[in-house]
């Protein structure tokens, strides 16, 4: 008869209870219950009889009551998405009281001492959801500075219309590359180190070390532009008498190097207090954004009661005057107001002031009131102009160059200056991924959390742009710092119940930022130093005895000193945005070349990608860099290039598995197959030199300098195999041969020589010889010549294998149709390190080869060891020839073959040349005259000596 079986699941990733529920009731169990393992409290009684019995008879879960109690209230289930186990509300509020935005390296490094100074091993069990985890960081980096001090400036300077541009390429590419990062982040584990990781993995060490250190570069100078977003706070907002200076900029420095250096102390101290604020800095930016929504819909209510002041159509700062208008009527008497004598003075009144009228706006005439319309389009001006309402009647008037309360344009503006400065505000895409290591569930935190955070930022910053436009007056919007309106942020004076909370919380806001910059960038280098592909930072990756990064932080430290001097959050902007936009171009790139190779390693859990995503992306980013600057992008992609040259030459090697390797394995495979399916031209021909090296008895390579002289010919522009081979069986000689590649690549390597190396092991050398003549290389990639060294003791009888040896692989070089190139001396040739001063390269064109023994001299000539020798031509003929005649004509053949050299013909008798040397000598003769014969033009001989060359 069938048996039922009720089966109950252990735990799903919807939440373990609803499981549980749905099984009848039954509790989430642990792995030791599910393979039978008994609990402490048994084990504690002693065996049970009978539990063997029972265990058989149910091969499930115990739903026995007497049991049943034991699982109440235990949180058991294999995994379990916070908020999903009871009760909800004291859940979440403790996670929300455990929340830190901190990375995973900077617990451990806060963790890593007790309270008795005494190191111990903190076992980290990742407990971090999607929701605290991932979503809640991004939005925190995401979320900041620009919303608070310079989006309602956009909105003013570049009209709706233009900031909703702005903001939609600047979301479009960090969604594109969240995508992009999403499927590497789920192909596998994402250590601590987030897009350096990830770029490095993928891309290699070159790249991961470059984009590793513009991404170090763009967080550092995030630290700058957060801190003199503080300061800017504090001396404009907070404590406006506080400015030690006429100079805005100079007073930014100062008070910006003493809050950097303050807050250098609090990180070197320990991040453990900066860790303890993480949640306060988040209510921070919440509730700000809360009363700004709050008052946008306080607006359709009741309007705010601040005005702003214009003079014609020019804006007025009102912080000092009270009253907008030229007299006031007190106690039925007519007086001046502030206004007055502040453009009248002692004397006569400014003509501006005497011609136009006074008028009174609202700050903010609401949603209803149609200043949409006005707000649509930008307004754009040079730096010093006045800040001006176009559709304000006014009388123009010669300026008296007093120092009038007017509101100016501190910088000129222009849209891809915006663009620049906007784009930090959707940086901090890569929160999530930067805290791997604490996440529960990291391949399906990432992808949903990132993408969630930066479509809820997205939907904020769009809407808060409508809303600005919608809600400002327009000459209230492009007042960057608010003096039209009492000094007061205009975002602020939007917001409900108070200008204070977007003052207290942007505060603090920048404040967290800048610590957190200032926590993650020096572990970011320490981690980069300690995968040592570069030499120069290894000092970096040493710290403190708790492991903190106390060399990585001074130099944290030094950089973002650098960014405060600029003295001026416009001005750093638009660096910070350059280095983060090219970490995240090479992010797509990644991602794209890794989908286009199909390696069999590239499986990402995340499924919603695409290359050609990656691809826009990619073009995305390179897009906004010259859009943003283009001075600057050149600066960030020389920085880059830079940084990749010297780890490709200096760097230490690292074997990632990257998929620059599989790009190149793939477009060798294409270029193999491409140079199979077309014959090779003659004029693509070059020496691809196989070089036969002999190996001592210690398996060193016994003539080096053959392969200086191969290095000295080019060949490495061509192929070049070096190989040997060993006598005996693989299956004795197999280690032997691995030695003896190892030290033909160190030989190799000592020499500069770009190749192949190869040891094969034969019964015997002629066997193993005519083996490589046969079989190295690959496809097209074979090999058109051969280099030996003149064998040694030929001639000793006792020796005679040598010379049979030699004898065979010149029958068998020249069977296959093959250059044959003998070294004799070769320990006598110049070395790589030697410079001939003088000499001569001569060579005996006795018999007529096509130009190849030409070839080779030209080659030596390239090279700096040969390079000031000359090289002479020699050839035969008989006493009765026409010397003088074949001398001119084969000048006229090296003129077209475009080679410098000296023709000498050496006259011979008859009895000392061969028949055959003596015909193929004269061929280049015969066809002379009979292209005179033919009476052909000049090109056309010039071809025809050509198809000589090519034929022959």
């Known amino acids: 008869m069938p048996t039922n079986f009720t089966v109950v699941p252990v735990g799903d990733a919807e939440g373990s209870g609803s499981s549980a529920a749905a099984a009848g009731g039954s509790k989430p169990v642990s792995l030791g219950e599910i393979f039978g393992e008994e609990d402490d409290e048994d084990n504690s009684q002693g065996p049970h009889p009978g539990d063997d019995l029972q265990r058989e008879s149910t091969p499930f879960i115990n739903t026995d009551d007497e049991r049943e109690h034991y699982y109440e209230g235990k949180n058991m289930a294999l995994f379990e998405e916070e908020m999903d186990s009871n009760p909800m509300v004291s859940s979440l509020l403790n996670k929300l009281a455990n929340y830190t935005n901190l990375t995973q390296g900077v617990r451990e490094h806060e963790e890593a001492e007790n309270e008795d100074g005494v190191r111990r091993v903190a076992v980290m069990v990742p407990q971090m959801g999607t929701f605290i985890g991932v979503y809640l960081p991004c939005m925190q980096n995401i979320l900041g500075v620009i919303l608070f001090l310079r989006l309602t400036w956009i909105v003013g300077t570049a009209g709706i219309l233009g900031t909703f541009a702005i903001v939609s390429m600047c979301c479009i590419c960090t969604l594109l590359t969240a995508i992009s990062m999403s499927a590497i982040a789920t192909n596998g584990v994402v250590p601590a180190g987030g897009s350096y990781y990830m770029i490095s993995r993928s891309l290699g060490p070159e790249f991961g070390g470059a984009v590793g250190l513009c991404f170090y570069l763009g967080t550092t100078f995030a630290g700058s532009m957060y801190i003199l977003g503080t300061i800017e706070i504090l001396l404009t907002y907070v404590v406006p008498t506080a400015p030690m200076f006429n100079e805005v900029s100079n007073n930014m420095r100062v008070y910006g190097t003493c809050c950097l250096l303050l807050m250098a102390l609090v990180v070197f101290v320990g991040v453990k207090y900066v860790n303890k604020l993480s949640l306060v800095f988040l209510a921070c930016v919440a509730l700000s954004i809360m009363a700004t929504y709050a008052g946008v819909i306080k607006t359709l209510i009741e309007l705010p009661g601040i005005n702003v002041c214009l003079l014609g159509n020019r804006s007025l700062k009102n912080d000092k005057f009270d009253t907008c208008a030229k007299t006031e009527l007190v106690k039925n008497v007519t007086v001046t107001t502030d206004l007055w004598r502040l453009f009248c003075g002692n004397a006569t009144c400014d003509d501006y002031f005497a011609l136009n009228n006074l008028t009174e706006l609202r700050a903010i005439p609401g949603l209803l009131s149609g200043v949409i319309k006005d707000n649509l389009w930008g307004d754009y001006g040079p730096a010093d102009t006045h800040i001006e309402k176009k559709s304000q009647p006014s009388v123009q008037a010669k300026d008296s160059g007093r120092n009038l309360p007017y509101v100016f344009n501190d910088i000129a503006t222009y849209f891809t200056l915006l663009v620049g400065i906007y784009f930090p505000s959707v940086t901090g895409i890569m929160a999530g991924s930067n805290r791997s290591g604490d996440l529960r569930d990291a391949q399906r935190s990432i992808p949903v959390g990132t993408i969630m955070a930066i479509l809820t930022t997205s939907f904020i910053y769009i809407s808060c742009v409508v809303l600005f436009g919608a809600c400002i007056e327009g000459v209230v919007l492009r007042d960057k710092f608010g003096f039209s309106v009492k000094t007061n942020p205009v975002i602020g004076i939007l917001a409900w119940p108070s200008p204070w909370v977007i003052v207290i919380g942007s505060f603090f806001s920048c404040c967290g930022a800048g610590l957190q910059s200032l926590t ?33 932080l001074l130099l944290t430290v030094g950089i973002c000193e650098i960014g405060i001097l600029i003295g001026s959050l416009d001005a750093v902007a638009p660096i910070l945005s350059m280095f983060f936009l090219m970490c995240y171009l090479f992010v797509n790139l990644a991602c794209a070349v890794q989908t286009l190779l199909r390696a069999p390693n590239w499986r990402p859990r995340f499924k919603f990608y695409h290359w050609t995503l990656s691809f826009l992306g990619m073009s995305l980013c390179l897009s906004l860099m010259f859009i943003s600057s283009w001075y600057y992008a050149l600066v960030a992609m020389v920085i880059a290039g830079c940084l990749y040259k010297y780890i490709e030459y200096r760097g230490a090697v690292k074997e990632w598995g990257d998929g620059i390797r599989g790009l190149s394995l793939n477009a060798a495979r294409y270029a193999l197959i491409r140079l199979e399916e077309v014959p090779l031209h003659t004029k693509n021909w070059r020496p691809q030199v196989l070089v036969l090296c002999k190996l001592d008895s210690d398996l060193v390579v016994k003539h080096p300098r053959l392969l200086s002289f191969t290095t000295q010919l080019k060949a490495g522009k061509g192929l070049t195999i070096v190989s040997s081979v060993l006598e005996g069986t693989f299956m004795a000689r197999g280690n032997d041969a691995k030695t003896g590649d190892k030290n033909l690549k160190t030989a190799m390597a000592a020499e500069k020589m770009k190749g192949f190396s190869h040891v094969v092991v034969s019964s015997n050398l002629r066997d193993g010889f005519s083996l490589l003549i046969q079989s190295a290389g690959l496809g097209g990639m074979k090999h058109n010549a051969v280099l030996m060294a003149w064998p040694t003791g030929w001639g000793q009888a006792r020796d005679s294998s040598a010379r049979r040896n030699f004898i065979e692989t010149v029958r068998e070089t020249t069977a296959a149709q093959q250059a044959l190139l003998v070294a004799k001396n070769i320990d006598h040739f110049p070395g790589n390190h030697d410079r001939l001063k003088e000499g001569t390269i001569d060579v005996w064109w006795i018999v007529h080869d096509g ?31 026409n010397s003088i005649q074949m001398k001119k004509d084969l000048q006229m053949f090296l003129y077209h073959l475009r080679l410098d050299a000296v023709v000498e013909v050496v006259e011979m008798h008859e009895s000392d040349i061969s028949a055959f040397t003596y015909e193929k000598t004269l061929v280049m003769e015969q066809r002379s005259q009979m292209l005179k014969q033919m009476q052909l033009s000049r090109t056309e001989r010039e071809r025809e000596i050509q198809s000589i060359t090519d034929v022959s």
Do not use: Y
């Not at 390239?862 to 050839?875: D, E, L, N």
């Open 851 to 881: 130009g190849l023994l030409m070839l080779l001299p030209f080659l030596l000539s390239q090279h700096k060891v040969w390079r000031k020798c000359k090289m002479r031509i020699f050839t035969v003929a008989h006493m009765e020839d």
């Open 520 to 552: 993650g960038a020096p572990r970011l280098l320490q981690a980069i130093a300690r995968d040592g592909i570069i030499p120069f930072l290894q000092v970096f990756g040493h710290g403190k005895a708790n492991d903190e990064p106390t060399w990585a």
